[in-house]
């Protein structure tokens, strides 16, 4: 499937796709990746030569997720959406942030089963995410390009999907038509206490609230707590669940390998989802 609502990168004109190609009027071409994706992040955006998350992390996270701990997470981010479709009749949805795409792929088949038309679009700057992204289905169009410079019209968005990335109110603003939709999913203060527990002296609270950040922007509509125990019952999980958290970069080698001779570990999901809507 060809998508039909991008713009080009360089000069944000409208891109007409032809056979495996995408071009705008000024000559800029972009070619499709033989695993399925649109590659429209530019050399001179990136921050790094390889911006996002690593191969390794994309993989621990895709190990992580398949193995259903986050599914009702997932399930609750799908209810929220369907019933935003249903009512508000959209069907322009981005990702933001999508990773290895284990959300996206999800909220694409709850919207088929409920027969809701709509085109999904998952988006991060992660180029193996969205590689990996592509194995779970070629139905959604899968883009690398920055959140911060997503190559959408403005105003062209119904819902915006966005768990637990940066928050960018503007560019989010910009993308999201007047009186469309951002749906926004955050840790709550005890999401994985006890893994953080075990690696910090001191926990302390983030005290993030994008309510404030977002006002003047979007007015918020719904704030639904989503939170539940469950447990990883060998090290494996445990130790794809490290690799797939920013806490993992702060363990020491002692502290890693203390937690992963653990048999099991139980914890906390503790997550925010968010609904606002654009003024």
Not at 49 to 78: I, T, W
Not at 113 to 122: A, K, V
Request: glycine share 6%; net charge neutral.
């Amino acid at each position: 499937m060809m998508p039909t609502h991008l713009c080009c990168p360089v000069c944000r004109a409208a891109l007409i796709s032809s056979d495996n190609s995408l071009r705008c009027d000024n000559g800029h071409s972009f070619d499709r990746a033989r695993q399925g994706y649109w590659n429209l992040l530019l050399v001179n955006k990136k921050r790094s030569k390889n911006p996002g998350d690593s191969a390794e992390m994309v993989q621990a996270r895709r190990a992580f997720l398949n193995e259903g701990h986050y599914q009702p997470l997932s399930d609750q981010v799908n209810s929220l959406a369907t019933a935003l479709c249903q009512t508000e009749q959209l069907n322009n949805i981005v990702d933001m942030g999508c990773g290895e795409g284990f959300y996206t792929e999800r909220l694409f088949q709850q919207l088929n089963e409920q027969q809701l038309p709509q085109q999904l679009t998952g988006l991060d700057i992660s180029k193996p995410a969205v590689r990996a992204a592509c194995q779970r289905t070629k139905a959604i169009h899968w883009l690398v390009a920055s959140g911060a410079d997503m190559p959408l019209p403005e105003a062209s968005v119904d819902l915006l999907l966005v768990m637990f990335s940066r928050l960018m109110p503007q560019p989010f603003a910009d993308l999201i038509k007047p009186g469309g939709h951002l749906l926004l999913a955050w840790p709550g203060d005890n999401h994985l206490i006890e893994l953080r527990q075990q690696i910090y002296q001191e926990v302390r609270s983030s005290g993030f609230d994008p309510t404030a950040q977002l006002e003047g922007l979007f007015s918020c509509e719904q704030i639904k707590p989503v939170s539940y125990r469950f447990t990883l019952d060998n090290p494996h999980s445990i130790a794809t669940l490290l690799e797939m958290t920013p806490h993992a970069r702060r363990l020491t080698a002692e502290a890693r390998e203390k937690l992963q001779q653990q048999p099991q570990l139980e914890l906390t999901l503790d997550v925010n989802l968010g609904i606002f809507r654009r003024l």
